[in-house]
């Protein structure tokens, strides 16, 4: 295991503070409008928002290359937005309309966009996205995959099949776990044994690890976690503790409230903002409520799609 402390947040070609504050921003105020719409019931399925980890999303995908393949999971509309997705797109796949992302008949967790994929199935992405990582050295493109991952997909043999795999071919993937401290219902305590750090360093994987709500302080270990599997062709892990201010899934949640209020102290949005002007926050705030807007209006208006089988 390799512990990593060196701070890059004045490194020139990183986004500027302005950018990173309206992308985690525009998670919020989706994920927010997304859970006043599911009582309405516009949207089709079930839906988890990521209300709470957005500094992830927004640091990671500040420092990744468009062309790296993305695999996310069953809580995956802060990345697909981050990645660089359209929120309207993602807007009309959550209702199961025929602009949507794949159609409308992906819903909340089984998207595609791009080199962007997600799926709902626990653990089951991580065979993919390792597979992928191979054909990106097989095909010699330079570009990495990603695959995000949970702490309650710690459970799962699959990864530690794809740790191990990913370790003894030497493919370029950056595992990211984000640790919201409870796999549905279940805090991690009750859950996982040993470390996380542990489970990787054990197949010979380098590791990050943070324990942050700062954008910044998760961008730099992005830029070292990204810059090390690009580099040295190698599976590299961040970890990520972190912490879901909402349900695992609408209002499934049985935390002691004093707890959730505690982690929004340290909410992402409010560690940032004092870096930017009154205008800039202003500006970010107009921006992203009229891009919400539109999302969904036009998505209501879309149809649905055609039931029709063609011969």
Not at 56 to 79: E, K, L, Q, W, Y
Request: charged share 20%.
């Amino acid at each position: 295991m390799v512990a990593c402390t060196a701070s890059y947040h004045n490194v020139s070609v990183m986004p500027e503070n302005f950018t990173l504050f309206r992308t985690m921003l525009l998670i919020r105020r989706f994920e927010e409008r997304l859970l006043a719409e599911f009582s309405t019931g516009k949207l089709v399925g079930t839906t988890h928002a990521y209300i709470g980890q957005e500094a992830d999303a927004a640091g990671i995908f500040s420092v990744t290359d468009p062309g790296d393949v993305v695999f996310s999971n069953h809580r995956c509309h802060g990345h697909f937005l981050a990645y660089g997705g359209d929120p309207y797109r993602l807007a009309a796949e959550l209702m199961g309309k025929a602009s949507g992302l794949v159609g409308g008949r992906g819903g909340s967790q089984h998207i595609h966009w791009r080199n962007f994929y997600s799926n709902g199935i626990q653990g089951g992405i991580l065979p993919v996205a390792t597979g992928m990582a191979l054909a990106e050295k097989v095909n010699k493109t330079g570009k990495i995959a990603l695959a995000f991952l949970g702490d309650g997909t710690l459970g799962e043999g699959a990864l530690y099949e794809s740790l191990n795999i990913a370790s003894l071919w030497s493919l370029p993937i950056l595992f990211v776990v984000e640790n919201n401290r409870y796999a549905q219902t279940t805090p991690i305590e009750l859950a996982v044994a040993g470390t996380i750090t542990g489970r990787f360093s054990a197949f010979g994987i380098t590791t990050l690890e943070r324990d942050t709500s700062d954008v910044l302080e998760v961008q730099a270990a992005a830029l070292e976690a990204v810059g090390s599997a690009r580099r040295n062709r190698r599976p590299v892990g961040l970890i990520l503790h972190t912490y879901r201010f909402s349900a695992h899934s609408k209002g499934d949640d049985v935390r002691d409230p004093a707890e959730i209020a505690r982690a929004r102290e340290k909410d992402p949005l409010l560690i940032h903002a004092p870096r930017l002007s009154d205008a800039e926050r202003a500006r970010a705030e107009s921006e992203v409520a009229a891009a919400i807007t539109d999302a969904f209006t036009r998505a209501d208006a879309d149809p649905f799609p055609s039931l029709e089988v063609e011969s």
